[in-house]
C-alpha cells in the first residue's frame, strides 16, 4: 500500500539537530572550554582492588615544573565524607576499595605538567582482602565490603534517572552483607506450574562487566567565584540537575550557587551523571581558579561505571504442545563496592 500524501515525516529522511554543528566543528565539547587562568587537573588513582593508604608523599611533585598544587582528601571541602556512591567520590580517605579509587589530584598549568607531577606522587598502600566476583562475594563466609554496613547520605542515587519508577518489588531487610538488596517479582504459583510442566529446561548464563564506549571520556571544566563561593560548571553530562545536586551538597553550597553548563556529548549511553564534577568542582573552589579535569582513555575505563555484570539462571516449564507454563528467574547484578538501584530496573 502507498504512504498517503499527507505524511509529511514518516518514511523521510530527517536531518540530525546538532549533526551540521558536529561535521562543521562548530561544536563545543567541554575540553574546549577555555578560560583565563585555567588550570589542569590530572587524577592519581589506586592501583589496588582494596588496600589501606598508609601514605602519600606528594612533596616530589609538588617541585615539578609547572605544577600548582596537589591535593589529597584532607585538603578539599567535603573531603572528610565517606563516599556512598561513585558519584559522591571525591578522593580515597584511609582506604581505596577499588582498582582505580581517585587518591589525590595534582592541579598544573598544563596538562603535561599535571601528567608528570601525577607520575610523581608516590602511594604507599598495604594490600587488603580483594573479593572480585560474584560468587566469592556471595559465598559463606565472605568478607565483607562494608563490616557496618553500606554507607549511606541524603543524596538520590543518580543510576536511578534510568527508572525513576515504583517498581513495587519488596525490598529485603538483612544484616550486613555484600548483598546490598533483593528485590523479587511474581505472579502466579512458578513451582506448581513447573511440577505440571511437561518439559523443564533449565540453564545458566553470565554477561561480563561491558564499558560503554564513548569517544568522549568524561570532562568537567569548573570556573569558581571564591568570593561569593559560587561555581559554574562546564561539563557533558547526562544529567545537569543531578550535578548540580550532588556538586552543592558535596560542597555544603546551596543549589543556586552552583551553575551548570551542559555541553554537547560526545556519546554516554547512561555513563555520563556526575562522576568527575564533584571532584573537578572542588579542586577549583579549593585553588580558586578555573580547573579543567579530563579523563584519559586507561583512566575512563578505570573509574568510571560500567554495565554491571551479572549471573542469570533460568528454569523455563513448557507442554508437549509447546506451550510456556512457568519462567522462574534469578538474576544476579555485580554493581562492585558500591550499593546500586540497578536490581530495581
Known amino acids: 500500500m502507498s504512504q498517503p500524501e499527507e505524511y509529511t515525516h514518516l518514511g523521510k ?7 551540521l554543528d558536529k561535521i562543521t566543528g562548530r561544536a563545543r565539547y567541554t575540553a574546549d572550554v577555555q578560560l583565563p587562568g585555567m588550570l589542569h587537573a590530572r587524577v592519581v588513582l589506586s592501583v ?10 606528594t612533596e616530589a611533585a609538588r617541585g615539578m615544573a609547572g605544577v600548582v598544587a596537589v591535593y589529597t582528601a584532607h585538603d578539599l571541602p567535603g573531603g572528610d565524607r565517606v563516599a556512598s556512591s561513585r558519584q559522591t567520590t571525591l578522593l580515597a580517605r584511609d582506604e581505596v576499595r577499588y582498582r582505580g579509587e581517585p587518591v589525590a589530584v595534582v592541579v598544573a598549568i598544563s596538562e603535561e605538567a599535571a601528567a608528570d607531577g601525577a607520575a610523581a606522587v608516590m602511594v604507599e598502600y598495604t594490600p587488603l ?22 554507607p549511606s547520605d541524603d543524596a538520590a542515587d543518580l543510576t536511578a534517572a534510568h527508572a525513576a519508577v515504583d517498581h513495587g518489588a519488596a525490598k529485603e531487610e538483612h544484616a550486613p552483607s555484600n548483598v546490598h538488596e533483593r528485590n523479587t517479582k511474581s505472579r502466579g504459583d512458578v513451582e506448581r506450574a513447573l511440577r505440571e510442566a511437561d518439559v523443564v529446561i533449565e540453564r545458566h548464563y553470565r554477561t561480563n562487566i561491558v564499558h560503554q564506549g564513548y569517544l568522549e571520556p568524561h570532562a568537567s571544566t569548573v570556573d569558581p567565584e571564591p568570593f ?7 561539563t557533558s553530562t547526562q544529567g545537569q540537575f543531578g550535578v548540580r545536586d550532588e556538586v552543592a551538597r558535596l560542597l555544603g553550597l546551596p543549589k543556586s550557587a552552583v551553575n551548570v553548563v551542559p555541553m554537547t556529548v560526545g556519546g554516554g549511553f547512561g555513563a555520563k551523571y556526575g562522576i568527575i564534577d564533584p571532584l573537578a568542582a572542588a579542586t577549583a573552589l579549593k585553588i580558586g581558579r578555573p580547573v ?14 560500567p554495565s554491571p555484570a551479572t549471573a542469570i539462571t533460568i528454569k523455563l516449564g ?6 510456556i507454563t512457568a519462567l522462574d528467574a534469578v538474576v ?3 554493581n562492585g563496592v558500591y550499593p546500586s538501584r540497578s536490581a530495581a530496573l
Do not use: M
Not at 228 to 234: A, E, F, P, S
Not at 293 to 299: C, G
Not at 318 to 323: H, L, P, R, S
Open 48 to 57: 589496588y582492588a582494596h588496600a589501606r593508604i598508609d601514605s602519600i608523599d
Open 292 to 305: 579543567r579535569l579530563v579523563l584519559t582513555r586507561s583512566e575512563d575505563f578505570l573509574t568510571t561505571t
Open 13 to 19: 529522511p530527517r536531518k540530525i539537530i546538532d549533526g
Open 228 to 234: 561569593k563561593r559560587t561555581l559554574t560548571v562546564y
Open 129 to 150: 582482602t580483594v573479593v572480585a566476583d560474584l560468587d566469592a562475594a556471595q559465598a559463606p563466609g565472605a568478607e565483607l565490603i562494608w563490616p557496618d554496613g553500606p
Open 318 to 323: 513448557a507442554k508437549n504442545d509447546g506451550t
Open 332 to 334: 544476579a547484578l555485580d
